[in-house]
Nanobody, 126 residues
Framework: VQLQASGGGLVQAGGYLKLPCTASGRTFNNYTMGWFRQAPGKEREFVVGIRWSGSPYYADSVKGRFTISRDNAKNTVYLQMNSLKPEDTAVYYC?????????????????????WGQGTQVTVSS
């Protein structure tokens, strides 16, 4: 099972990037897909997630600027990042967490995810 994130790069403040994450090796039916990021010297933090139903939820720091979507037929989730700021600079990781009917967690914690991609670097210059 692999999650392949791509689309990172160097962009000026105020710019935009779109990060796709494609899953292979299995389908991710009934999985929440999430994006986390980790800046140098900091903990990996939740950015945005999307439930199997398609419902998105965002960290306050990116609300209104980032949009997550998923194409289940393509086993791909997308992170559209607009109005980027230097503080968005980090390695971005996609992840997949199984939505058990017996669990009602927020899926904002790393421990709730079962599979992780390798990360893609996003650098925003001021």
């Amino acid at each position: 099972v692999q999650l392949q994130a791509s689309g990172g790069g160097l962009v000026q403040a105020g710019g935009y990037l779109k990060l796709p994450c494609t899953a292979s090796g299995r389908t991710f039916n009934n999985y929440t897909m999430g994006w986390f990021r980790q800046a140098p010297g900091k903990e990996r933090e939740f950015v945005v997630g999307i439930r199997w139903s398609g419902s998105p939820y965002y960290a306050d720091s990116v609300k209104g600027r980032f949009t997550i979507s998923r194409d289940n037929a393509k086993n791909t989730v997308y992170l559209q990042m607009n109005s980027l700021k230097p503080e968005d600079t980090a390695v971005y990781y996609c992840a997949a967490g199984f939505e058990s009917p017996y669990y009602s967690g927020s899926y904002r914690d790393r421990a709730e995810y079962d599979y992780w991609g390798q990360g893609t670097q996003v650098t925003v210059s001021s």
